[in-house]
C-alpha cells in the first residue's frame, strides 16, 4: 500500500539533511496572507470554527478499543451527515464491518423498551461505509509527544467523553465479553456487535456505583476491587456483596493500593494510581502500602471563590522524606494480610508481576541513590523473597517494565527482562531463577522502555516470539519488530519512515498502527502480526490542509570537536528569501525524559512562529534520551555544564548560517526545558537575545525526591551540583529579555518555583515579564488560557526580536 512517502534525503547542512519541501494551494482572496497564501497562524489553532475550518482530525477514528479476547475493534467516527458512529469490525474474518449512528443506536433503544425488540441491524456495512467520498475521508494529525510533557501549542481536543455526549451515546467493551455495553440518556444496553443482538441487563445482576477509584476486576469476572480512603474493597458480583480487604488506610498518612503522586509521576510514568495486581486465580491480591508520616506537604490553592479553598499535596522534596514502603498479599478467604519479607531493604518498591501459576509473583527494589536495583521473587503463601537478579550503575539505573513472564508450559520458569547494562536498553532471557541470562538484542541502539511514549514489551505464546518498539533505525524514528525465542531472529514490522505506535489487540493477531513522518501527518492501519498492513483506518496528507501552506523541517547534523553529532531541525518562515538574515527561535527540552528532535510532522506552533518570520530550531543536547548511556551519562550530578557547552555549540551552528541573525536569537521551553531556557539566559548571557520560560523548576531541591535525585543525588550530598543546576542561583547574570510563565495551581513544578526567581530577579534588579494561570496546572489547560499564553509568547518575541525588520 502506497502513501506517497517518498525518500527524499539529500546530504545537506554540516552532516546531513533533508530537503526543504513546500506544498502550495490556491487561496480565496479573502484568506490570503501577506504572502498571497494563507499560513497557520494562532486563530488557525484556537478558532477554526470562526475561519470556518473544519479541524483535520474530525474524520479520524477515535476511541479505538480491541474486545477482551479475540481481535474484534470497534472505535468512534465522524461524519458530516450521519453523527458520529459506532464501527465494529473483525480483522482478518469474512464477517462485514458495521457502524451504527447516533440515530439508529436511539430507535434500537426505544424499541427494545418499547416492544422487546432485540435486534438492532447497523446503518452501514463497511463497503458502503469505507470510500473516499466527502463526507467519509478521514483526516487526521495527532501531535504525539515521547517525552509526554508540554509541547507548542496544540489546542485541546474535546475529549472522548464530551465527543461522546456530542454523539448521543457512549461505547465501551464489557470486562470479559465481547459485547458492547452502551449508554444513552442514562439508559444502559448491550450489543452484540456481530450478530447486531441488543439486550438490557439484568437489573439483579447490574453493579452498583462503585464509590472508588483504581478499579480492576478479578481475571475470572467474580470481583471488581477499588480502592476507597486509603483502603482496598472488593465487590463480589455473584453474592452481591462488598468486602474491606484493609482497615487502616487513611489513618496516619498510611495508603493501601495506591501509589502517593511522586511514584505515579515518577516510576508509573502517569500511567496509574492502582497499585495493587490480582492473582491469576482471584484468591490473592497483592499490593504495596504507603506511610506518608512525616513527608512534605505543599498547599495548593483555589482562588476562584470568596473564600480560596486550599488542599495540601504530599510532595516529598529532593533530600527530604519519602513515604514508606511495604508491600503485602491478602486473601479473599481469610482477608489476612501477609507482609512480604525481602533479603534487603529498599527505599523504592516497584512493579509486582504475578507469575501465571499464581504461586510467586515479582517485584522490584530499588535504594535511594537509584544506583542499585534486584528484581525479586516473592512466594505469594509465605510472602519471602528470593532475589532473581541485579541492576546495578556507576550513575543511576533507569527502571524500566515489570518483567515480561512468559506464560506457557514451556517456558513458565522464564522472564524477558530490559537492562541497560551494555550502555543501551536491549532485552534478556533470564530463565532458572535468574541463573541463566540470554541476551535477545544488542546493538547502539534502543529498546524503548516504558514511560512517556514507551511501549510494554508483549510476548505471542503461539507463535513464541516477542514484540518491542526500538529505535534500531536511529534515534529520530520508532519502529516495531518481532523477535523470535526459538531461533533469534528479529523482523522488522513497521517499514515506513517515520515514528509508529501500535495497540495490539489481546490477542497479539492484529494491532492498531498509528504513524507520522516529517511530510505524513498520521496514519491509523490495522497490521497482522507479521506486519502485514490488512486495513486502512483513516490517514491525513499534507492535501487536507489545503489551502494552508506546510513545509517540512530540514533535519540537520551539527558536530563537535570530539566527533559527537547532534541532532537538530530547521524550519524556515514561509517567504523565505537567503538572501535576508532572519531571527531564531530554538525550542529546548533537555532533560532525560524526552527529546524534541525525530521524524514526525511539524507541530502547529512550529508553524505559526516560521509564519511570522522566524526560523525556528529544535536541538538535542546531551542528556537526552534515545541514544543510550553514553548520550545521557554526562549530566549526572551537573545537569548544567554539559548541556550549556552542547547549546554555545548550537548557537555557533546558527550564526553560521548565511540566512541567520546572530544577533537575534531566542529560545522558548516549558517544564524542564523551561528550566533549560532559564540556565541558557542566565548561565550563558548573551547566548541568546531573548527567553520564554514556561512552568520552570528554577530550583532544583525545590522538585521531587525521585525524578531529581536520580541525576543529581540528594542536596546535601551534592550541594554544588544543584547550584549549578538551579537558575535561581545565577539570577543577576540576565542580560537578554525574559518572560516566565506559570500556572498557580501547578502540582507538578510548583509555582514557588516563580516566585523564588522573581525574588532573585528583583534583588538583582533585572526586568522581566510575568503572566501567571489562576486555577491552571501544569500543561496550563483549556483553550483560553492557552492561546493567551501563546499570544503573549508570540508577542514577546516579535517585539524583542523584530522578525519584520530587515537586518
Not at 273 to 283: M, N
Request: aromatic residues 10%.
Amino acid at each position: 500500500m502506497d502513501y506517497g512517502v517518498s525518500d527524499y534525503w539529500r546530504k545537506a547542512v554540516l552532516i546531513y539533511g533533508a530537503a526543504l519541501v513546500h506544498v502550495i494551494f490556491p487561496v480565496s482572496a479573502e484568506a490570503q496572507g501577506q504572502t498571497g497564501r494563507p499560513v497557520i497562524n494562532l486563530d488557525y489553532i484556537y478558532h477554526k470554527d470562526r475561519l470556518g475550518i473544519d479541524p483535520v482530525t474530525r474524520y479520524l477514528p477515535s476511541g479505538t478499543s480491541w474486545s477482551p479476547s479475540g481481535h474484534q475493534l470497534i472505535y468512534r467516527q465522524e461524519t458530516s451527515g450521519s453523527g458520529k458512529l459506532l464501527v465494529w469490525m473483525h480483522p482478518g474474518t469474512r464477517e462485514a464491518s458495521r457502524a451504527w449512528s447516533p440515530g439508529r443506536i436511539q430507535d434500537c433503544l426505544e424499541s427494545l423498551e418499547k416492544d422487546g425488540a432485540e435486534g438492532c441491524e447497523p446503518d452501514f456495512d463497511m463497503d458502503s461505509f469505507i470510500p473516499e467520498s466527502p463526507d467519509m475521508t478521514p483526516d487526521a494529525k495527532d501531535s504525539e509527544r515521547e517525552d509526554g510533557h508540554q509541547d507548542a501549542a496544540d489546542a485541546e481536543d474535546d475529549s472522548e467523553s464530551g465527543a461522546d455526549r456530542q454523539s448521543g451515546f457512549s461505547a465501551r467493551w464489557d470486562g470479559f465479553e465481547n459485547h458492547v455495553i452502551i449508554g444513552s440518556q442514562g439508559k444502559t444496553l448491550h450489543l452484540d456487535p456481530a450478530s447486531g443482538r441488543m439486550w438490557k441487563p439484568d437489573t439483579a445482576s447490574t453493579d452498583p456505583e462503585f464509590n472508588g477509584s483504581n478499579l480492576s476486576s478479578s481475571p475470572d469476572g467474580r470481583f471488581e476491587a477499588m480502592t476507597r480512603d486509603g483502603d482496598i474493597h472488593v465487590f463480589d458480583r455473584r453474592d452481591r456483596r462488598e468486602i474491606r480487604l484493609t482497615h487502616d488506610g487513611g489513618r496516619n498518612g498510611i495508603l493501601n493500593g495506591v501509589f502517593p503522586w511522586v511514584y505515579w509521576e515518577e516510576l508509573m510514568w502517569r500511567s496509574t494510581y492502582q497499585a495493587y495486581e490480582w492473582s491469576p486465580d482471584a484468591s490473592r491480591i497483592a499490593f504495596f502500602q504507603f506511610d506518608e508520616t512525616g513527608t512534605d506537604t505543599y498547599p495548593i490553592t483555589d482562588f476562584s471563590s470568596p473564600v480560596p479553598a486550599t488542599s495540601m499535596e504530599s510532595y516529598p522534596k529532593a533530600g527530604n522524606r519519602n513515604p514508606t514502603i511495604r508491600a503485602g498479599i491478602v486473601s479473599l478467604s481469610s482477608r489476612h494480610t501477609t507482609w512480604v519479607e525481602l533479603p534487603d531493604l529498599h527505599e523504592y518498591l516497584i512493579h509486582i508481576k504475578w507469575a501465571p501459576d499464581g504461586r510467586s509473583f515479582y517485584l522490584q527494589g530499588l535504594n535511594r541513590m537509584q544506583n542499585h536495583l534486584c528484581l525479586y521473587r516473592v512466594d505469594a503463601e509465605t510472602g519471602r523473597g528470593s532475589l532473581v537478579l541485579e541492576e546495578s550503575s556507576d550513575t543511576w539505573v533507569n527502571t524500566f517494565n515489570m518483567p515480561l513472564v512468559l506464560e506457557t508450559p514451556q517456558r513458565s520458569d522464564q522472564i524477558v527482562w530490559l537492562s541497560e547494562r551494555t550502555g543501551y536498553n536491549h532485552l534478556y532471557l533470564i530463565s532458572e531463577n535468574g541463573r541463566r541470562q540470554k541476551a535477545l538484542t544488542s546493538g547502539d541502539w534502543e529498546v524503548l522502555r516504558r514511560g512517556f511514549g514507551g511501549r510494554q514489551v508483549s510476548y505471542h505464546p503461539l507463535r513464541d516470539r516477542v514484540y518491542f518498539s526500538a529505535r534500531e533505525q536511529g534515534p529520530l524514528e520508532r519502529h516495531y519488530y518481532s523477535l523470535s525465542l526459538q531461533d533469534g531472529t528479529m523482523k522488522r514490522l513497521t517499514t515506513e519512515p517515520g515514528n509508529h505506535s501500535i495497540n495490539w489487540s489481546n490477542d497479539g493477531e492484529f494491532g492498531i498502527d498509528s504513524w507520522t513522518s516529517e511530510t505524513v501527518p498520521r496514519v491509523l492501519e490495522v497490521i497482522d502480526a507479521d506486519g502485514n498492513r490488512v486495513h486502512l483506518l483513516g490517514r491525513v496528507t499534507m492535501d487536507d490542509f489545503r489551502p494552508y501552506e506546510i513545509r517540512v523541517p530540514e533535519l540537520v547534523g551539527v558536530q563537535d570537536e570530539d566527533g559527537n553529532v547532534f541532532h537538530g531541525s530547521i524550519l524556515k518562515p514561509a517567504d523565505f528569501d537567503p538572501v535576508k538574515k532572519y531571527p531564531v527561535v530554538a525550542y529546548v527540552y533537555g532533560e532525560p525524559a524526552g527529546q524534541v528532535v525525530s521524524r514526525s510532522f511539524v507541530s502547529d506552533w512550529d508553524m505559526v512562529l516560521s509564519n511570522h518570520g522566524f526560523v525556528v530550531f529544535r536541538f538535542d543536547a546531551r542528556g537526552t534520551p534515545g541514544r543510550g548511556r553514553p548520550w545521557l551519562d554526562p549530566v549526572y550530578q551537573d545537569q548544567m555544564t554539559i548541556p550549556m557547552q552542547d547549546w554555545r555549540l548550537a548557537a555557533g551552528y546558527l550564526r553560521s548560517l548565511d540566512y541567520v541573525d546572530g544577533s537575534r536569537l531566542g529560545v522558548w521551553g516549558w517544564s524542564g526545558g523551561g528550566t533549560m531556557t532559564l540556565n541558557l539566559m542566565l548561565r550563558t548571557p548573551g547566548l541568546f537575545q531573548a527567553g520564554a520560560a514556561v512552568a520552570a523548576v528554577t530550583d532544583k531541591a525545590l522538585y521531587d525526591t525521585i525524578y531529581t535525585e536520580r541525576y543529581l543525588r540528594r542536596p546535601q550530598d551534592n550541594p554544588e551540583g544543584y547550584k549549578k543546576s538551579s537558575p535561581l542561583h545565577a539570577a543577576e547574570n540576565l542580560q537578554g529579555d525574559l518572560l516566565i510563565a506559570h500556572g498557580i495551581s501547578d502540582d507538578n513544578v510548583h509555582v514557588q518555583n516563580a516566585y523564588n526567581l522573581l525574588t532573585a530577579l528583583n534583588r538583582a534588579n533585572k526586568p522581566y515579564e510575568l503572566f501567571l494561570y489562576p486555577q491552571k496546572g501544569h500543561g496550563i489547560g483549556g483553550s483560553a488560557s492557552r492561546e493567551h499564553l501563546y499570544s503573549r509568547i508570540l508577542a514577546f518575541f516579535i517585539e524583542h526580536l523584530q522578525p519584520g525588520e530587515p537586518r
